[in-house]
């Protein structure tokens, strides 16, 4: 793994905003990992910093998140931003309305209903419903990690038609078949503003892994934030993205 600052080929280059696109992940990537979902906090002068990034980007910038993109908006607000949700499950771009892969409601209904089943009388334990997924967090209690991956396979296996499972950092996500962030990275590029250009993903989770894979595939610029995961290049953490992109937001065009 390379750290920017360390790797002769990047020391010194430049962004150039009108041929780079942008991509973020959120949680872990720009917001700290905090117990819960619902905790996250995110920093005004964030918000400030990707509002006039996106200007200086010509729009091409998008979050790619785990998160539906209602809770992007809200976290974001006032912003509204060009936005894959739920691991490439729902996409909107810049003035349009949201796009959703939808699973019927009865496979839904029963995906839940049996997750539900799986953490009764279990501490600890968050299950989140997504727009046709479900997430279970045991950040709480990540003791039971293997006993939960196990069962979650198990329920993912029983319906493989429909759904998979995404293994994130201490959460587990059963969403539908074809849903990626990688699929999502290729559909943002086949579209203005960011066709043509050259991608740059950040993000800190094996989630991550299939969207590092695709900005290369566009010879672009792959960024693991922390430890758990590595791609070609690296920041610390969060607090190290919201140092570059508020340098990057002033005009500062170097790579980190």
């Not at 918000?47 to 790619?64: E, F, H, P």
């Not at 038609?161 to 962030?181: A, H, M, R, T």
């Not at 672009?220 to 690296?234: I, K, Y």
């Amino acid at each position: 793994m390379f750290n920017y600052m360390q790797s002769s080929q990047s020391r010194g280059a430049g962004v150039d905003p009108a041929r780079t696109c942008l991509f973020l992940d959120v949680d872990g990537t720009l917001l700290d990992l905090v117990k819960a979902p619902e905790q996250v906090r995110v920093p005004a002068a964030l918000v400030s910093d990707l509002g006039q990034l996106t200007q200086r980007l010509g729009g091409a910038l998008a979050l790619v998140s785990g998160r539906s993109v209602a809770q992007l908006d809200e976290l974001f607000q006032p912003l509204r931003l060009p936005a894959s949700g739920v691991h490439g499950l729902e996409l909107r771009l810049a003035g349009q309305p949201l796009r959703r892969r939808v699973c019927t409601p009865d496979a839904l209904h029963r995906i839940r209903s049996e997750a539900e089943r799986l953490i009764v009388g279990q501490h600890g334990l968050q299950l989140e419903f997504k727009p046709s997924a479900v997430a279970l967090h045991y950040r709480g209690r990540p003791e039971a990690e293997d006993e939960l991956r196990a069962r979650m396979r198990a329920l993912a296996a029983r319906h493989a038609e429909q759904f998979s499972l995404i293994d994130g950092d201490k959460v587990l996500e059963l969403v539908p078949q074809g849903c990626s962030k990688a699929a999502a990275i290729d559909e943002l590029m086949a579209v203005d503003p960011f066709r043509g250009r050259r991608p740059c993903y950040l993000g800190d989770d094996t989630t991550d892994f299939g969207a590092f894979e695709a900005v290369r595939r566009y010879e672009g610029v792959d960024v693991a934030v922390g430890n758990r995961v590595t791609a070609r290049w690296h920041l610390s953490g969060p607090a190290a993205v919201r140092q570059w992109l508020a340098q990057l937001a002033a005009g500062e065009s170097r790579l980190p």
